[in-house]
């Protein structure tokens, strides 16, 4: 079957296999699949990862078997794919924080072979390619009348944006609200604040193009960070700064802006993805003597098999954004087209079309 490997280089090949799906795994036939910052930190070596690699982890598609221990998921269902792997049965799942789960932890497996050896597979999902093999868990059956195409963009960047807004900072109605980068991710950020009831959205984005989609998807201001300082630009329009602010970008300097910006009692959500050995420098007191609060946020503290339903039901009401995400589709043989489009700001979401 042809995929995406990634060996050093960009190899998109026909010389790859997936094997059958084992007892709690099934096999997914892959429709889209959308390319996230993520798969370009694997090639820069931001997120560091064995190879040869099968690439990708944003997708959607069709279930084509399920092993003898399947007992959610058939032939035929239409799915969203996320990442997690999570066990279902530990303290954390069963309480319902499914990113706490430690089998989701460092585990690497190889279910293909790429020219006839062992290859990995890339945040247990593995999208860039015609077929996958995952956990019954990960995969979140959805209704067949969704467009895949725009289905393939739950699993990440609508799961760890709108995720971080709704279950780690928990915005609420009448809130204040900075993005820091309006990507795919912060362009979800941005909606899912919206949806919640905030009232004044700042999109923050060195990229003054973004502005439009920006305030399409409920920005409420924008400010272009090349030509201002955004600490001060934010101050001009809410002068006691905001209840949570979000970091999207990875970035140790975005973040001090980030946190400077909180107003008393405020939250930042850190969800961008920098170097394993980035640090970051704060003033202690400017966090002690107000209340501030700086907070994690892997892959949106989702719970995808609550998150993803209630995300399609707010699709299909007209009220949550995914076909608008979708800027353009590729085939595979334009992987490396994506990446550079990504770079120069030129799409909210690319999805490849296996």
Same mark, same amino acid.
């Given at each position: ?132 093999? @995952?956990?019954? +868990?990960?995969?979140? &059956?959805?209704? #067949?009348? !969704?467009?895949?195409? %725009? ?5 990440? =960047? ?83 700064? @905001?209840?949570? +602010?979000?970091?999207? &970008?990875?970035? #140790?300097? !975005?973040?001090?802006? %980030? ?5 008393? =009692? ?89």
């Amino acid at each position: 079957m042809k995929g995406v490997v990634w060996n050093g280089k960009i190899d998109v090949t026909e010389d790859l296999e997936a094997r059958g799906p084992g007892a709690n795994e099934v096999s997914v036939r892959i429709a889209a699949a959308g390319v996230c910052h993520s798969d370009v930190s694997v090639i820069d070596g931001t997120i560091p990862f064995p190879t040869p690699l099968v690439m990708g982890h944003e997708g959607a598609g069709v279930v084509e078997e399920v092993g003898s221990g399947v007992t959610k998921v058939k032939p035929g269902d239409h799915v969203v794919l996320v990442t997690l792997g999570h066990c279902g049965q530990c303290d954390a799942c069963e309480s319902g924080h499914p990113t706490h789960c430690r089998d989701t932890f460092g585990k690497t497996s190889q279910p293909f072979t790429y020219k006839g050896e062992p290859a990995y597979m890339f945040a247990n999902t593995s999208v860039f390619a015609e077929h996958t093999v @995952v956990k019954e +868990s990960q995969a979140v &059956v959805i209704d #067949p009348a !969704v467009p895949l195409e %725009a289905a393939s963009l739950i699993g990440c =960047g609508v799961l760890t944006g709108a995720g971080a807004v709704w279950n780690r900072a928990k915005v609420g109605r009448g809130d204040t609200v900075a993005v820091f980068g309006v990507g795919g991710i912060g362009l979800n950020a941005v909606q899912a604040a919206w949806i919640a009831g905030a009232v004044r959205i700042v999109a923050v984005d060195a990229n003054p193009a973004k502005e439009a989609i920006a305030r399409d998807f409920g920005a409420t201001d924008f400010v272009d960070a090349r030509a201002t300082d955004a600490v001060a630009a934010i101050k001009q329009i809410l002068p006691d700064g @905001v209840d949570h +602010s979000f970091e999207c &970008v990875g970035h #140790p300097t !975005v973040l001090r802006q %980030a946190v400077d910006i909180l107003a008393w =009692g405020g939250n930042c959500i850190i969800i961008g993805v920098p170097p394993p050995t980035a640090e970051a420098s704060f003033r202690v007191a400017a966090l002690t003597h107000i209340d501030r609060g700086i907070l994690g946020s892997r892959y949106g503290s989702a719970r995808p098999h609550v998150d993803v339903p209630i995300v399609i039901d707010l699709y299909r009401q007209g009220r949550f954004k995914l076909d608008e995400l979708v800027t353009r589709t590729y085939p595979l043989e334009e992987v490396e087209t994506v990446f550079a489009d990504m770079a120069d700001g030129k799409v909210a979401r690319g999805v490849l079309i296996p």
